[in-house]
């Protein structure tokens, strides 16, 4: 199994119709009657869980239908209960209910789970709710490098072909039918569910777009919306897509080299990191790094993948950044995550079947693709390319359908959004932040001057405002910036793997 080097993001926290036109259409909601939802305790912290019928093709409701799983922990303080909050996970690919119900990633303590009922799901096509399923040695096949020649971009249309028909023939007719303006209508069954009027929702990454695409549906059915590090479902340029998510890779990295210079306990204090850097990238290339431990040689697409995981969460990983890297310089042994074989003969990807159903790249061939690289690299000189290039690159030639497609959010009739961003994420960059906010009104952004994806996770200051506002409505004065919060002393101890959702190839997810 192909190594994976520094986990993620949140889990959880972390792609509406086939045309823009279609999109702006807004379907009305089911008016029948949902069956009552027959919940059975779930996970070691008071946890509900439960299926409920939803269509497999929302388009032919009195079709086939599947069991989506959902899950519950009731709100802690039930005389002051504000209704049901929906936290959806992020990925896409990632399960809900195993970091937000089984797992407790919202704490007691929280005011979010001391007055709402938190509900979460298992997306369709994830998990519990009739995930896609893939043989685990087509998985395995597949290409780890941005093509490099003609031979290369072949070979990666020819897999993404292969792995498209594999996983449809391995999964059913759910394949088809796992697009963000499908996710978004399940919340809205969830909700009638429920048996309630209006919900409010919250989501870190990915889950974003699931909110931004329900609130295209249903803004009426909307209490409150707090969308942490945005999506921006509007990009059709694949370099403009590629350039921003290597900008923000660039100016995670000189923060962080300058984290390094400014505090004394980071293991590269008073060394030139991003010399440093340079040189084993340099090496990587040119096939000289070794894993010492292994031998194995380190390729620069893995050093850059380790890099790039490590901005997600600077707290809980740039004390691991610098202590491989200054591992890596002294040529000493710098044990590498890997992602755990699966036991079985398929596995749950979902990813690329949910992710090329929302976007489709007009690419012309190698040629293009390699002259994004050079420039890219150019502007770039330290970090070359976000290793979301594979965003691009996995939809070309995939067989499935393109059933959401890009296009800008139509959005009338909600209540106001707070929209928290940070100065640089990796994840979802400050653009895509932008883009989305132009998108949507009445929407107020969170300025976190730092780094990372998922400001609740990253920012005390940023999960008080974003708290608050889902609880009493009350936002942030416009304008309002909270200040980095970068660690002084390495982490007490490493994230749980639940909270870290992993591609079972190890590219990093959304």
């Given at each position: 199994?192909?190594?994976?080097l520094?986990?993620?993001?949140?889990a959880?926290l972390?792609?509406?119709?086939a045309t823009?036109t279609?999109?702006?259409?807004k379907?009305?909601?089911?008016?029948?009657a949902p069956?009552p939802?027959?919940?059975?305790?779930?996970?070691?912290?008071?946890g509900?869980?439960?299926t409920?019928?939803v269509?497999?093709?929302?388009a032919?409701p009195?079709g086939?239908s599947?069991?989506l799983?959902?899950?519950r922990?009731?709100?802690?303080n039930?005389?002051?209960?504000?209704g049901?909050?929906?936290?959806?996970p992020?990925?896409?690919g990632?399960?809900g209910?195993?970091?937000f119900?089984?797992?407790?990633?919202?704490?007691?303590?929280?005011a979010?789970?001391?007055y709402?009922d938190?509900?979460?799901?298992?997306?369709r096509?994830v998990?519990?709710?009739n995930?896609?399923?893939c043989?685990?040695?087509?998985?395995?096949q597949?290409?780890l490098?941005?093509?490099?020649s003609?031979?290369e971009?072949?070979a990666w249309?020819a897999?993404?072909?292969?792995?498209?028909?594999?996983?449809?023939e391995?999964?059913g007719?759910?394949?088809?039918?796992v697009?963000?303006t499908?996710?978004?209508?399940?919340?809205?069954?969830?909700?009638?569910?429920l048996g309630?009027?209006?919900l409010?929702f919250?989501?870190?990454?990915?889950?974003?777009q699931v909110g931004?695409q329900?609130?295209e549906?249903?803004?009426?059915?909307?209490?409150a919306?707090?969308i942490?590090?945005?999506?921006d479902h509007?990009?059709?340029s694949a370099?403009?897509?590629?350039?921003t998510?290597?900008?923000?890779?660039?100016?995670?990295?000189?923060?962080?080299?300058?984290?390094?210079g400014?505090?004394?306990s980071?293991?590269?204090?008073g060394q030139?990191?991003?010399a440093?850097?340079?040189?084993?990238h340099?090496?990587a290339?040119?096939?000289?790094?070794?894993?010492?431990?292994?031998?194995?040689?380190?390729?620069?697409?893995?050093?850059?993948?380790?890099?790039?995981?490590g901005?997600?969460?600077?707290?809980?990983?740039?004390?691991?950044?610098a202590?491989?890297?200054?591992a890596?310089?002294?040529?000493?042994?710098?044990?590498?995550?890997t992602?755990?074989?699966?036991?079985a003969?398929?596995?749950n990807?979902?990813y690329?079947?949910i992710?090329?159903?929302?976007?489709?790249?007009?690419?012309?061939?190698?040629k293009?693709?390699?002259?994004?690289?050079?420039?890219?690299e150019?502007?770039y000189?330290?970090?070359?390319?976000?290793p979301?290039?594979s965003?691009v690159?996995s939809?070309l030639?995939?067989q499935g359908?393109?059933t959401?497609?890009?296009?800008r959010?139509d959005?009338?009739?909600?209540?106001?959004?707070?929209?928290?961003?940070?100065?640089?994420d990796?994840?979802?960059?400050?653009?895509?932040?932008?883009a989305?906010?132009?998108?949507?009104?009445?929407?107020?952004?969170?300025e976190?001057d730092?780094v990372?994806?998922?400001?609740?996770r990253?920012?005390t200051?940023a999960?008080?405002?974003i708290?608050t506002?889902?609880?009493?409505?009350?936002?942030?004065?416009?304008?309002?910036?909270?200040?980095?919060?970068?660690?002084s002393?390495p982490p007490?101890?490493?994230?749980a793997t639940e909270?870290r959702?992993?591609?079972?190839?190890?590219?990093?997810?959304?």
């Open positions: 199994m192909r190594k994976r520094v986990s993620a993001l949140l959880g972390a792609l509406v119709t823009a279609a999109a702006s259409a379907p009305k909601p089911q008016v029948t069956a939802v027959s919940w059975e305790a779930c996970g070691d912290y008071g509900e869980c439960a409920i019928k269509p497999v093709d929302y032919n009195s086939a599947l069991d799983a959902i899950g922990l009731k709100a802690l039930p005389a002051k209960r504000i049901v909050l929906i936290v959806h992020g990925g896409p990632a399960s209910i195993n970091p119900i089984l797992h407790n990633a919202i704490p007691a303590e929280s979010l789970r001391q709402f938190l509900v979460s799901v298992d997306p096509g998990a519990r709710s995930p896609i399923q043989d685990l040695d087509v998985v395995e597949g290409p490098t941005y093509p490099a003609q031979s971009y072949q249309l897999y993404n072909a292969k792995l498209a028909q594999n996983c449809r391995r999964t007719p759910v394949f088809d039918h697009d963000t499908s996710a978004a209508r399940d919340v809205d069954s969830i909700r009638a569910a309630e009027r209006q409010s919250f989501a870190i990454s990915y889950g974003t931004q329900y609130a549906l249903f803004p009426r059915n909307l209490r919306m707090a942490d590090s945005n999506m509007s990009i059709t370099f403009r897509y590629l350039q998510t290597t900008e923000d890779f660039e100016g995670s990295f000189k923060a962080f080299a300058r984290w390094c400014q505090t004394q980071c293991p590269l204090h030139d990191v991003t440093l850097w340079d040189g084993l340099r090496k290339a040119d096939g000289t790094l070794k894993d010492p431990s292994t031998g194995d040689p380190i390729t620069a697409e893995q050093l850059r993948v380790f890099l790039f995981d901005m997600y969460d600077p707290a809980g990983s740039w004390f691991d950044v202590t491989t890297l200054k890596l310089q002294a040529g000493k042994a710098a044990q590498l995550r992602v755990a074989t699966p036991k003969e398929t596995v990807y979902a690329p079947a992710w090329c159903s929302d976007w489709k790249w007009q690419v012309s061939g190698f293009e693709l390699d002259q994004y690289r050079k420039r890219l150019a502007l000189p330290h970090t070359k390319l976000s979301f290039w965003d690159m939809c030639n995939w359908k393109v959401n497609p890009q296009h959010l959005i009338s009739g909600t209540q106001p959004t707070l929209l928290p961003k940070a100065r640089y990796v994840g979802t960059p400050a653009a895509w932040n932008y989305a906010a132009a998108q949507i009104p009445k929407t107020t952004i969170l976190y730092g990372g994806h998922g400001q609740y990253n920012s200051c999960r008080t405002h708290e506002y889902l609880t009493s409505l009350k936002l942030p004065p416009s304008g309002t910036h909270c200040a980095p919060e970068y660690p002393q007490a101890s490493v994230r909270e959702p992993l591609s079972v190839t190890g590219r990093p997810l959304h």
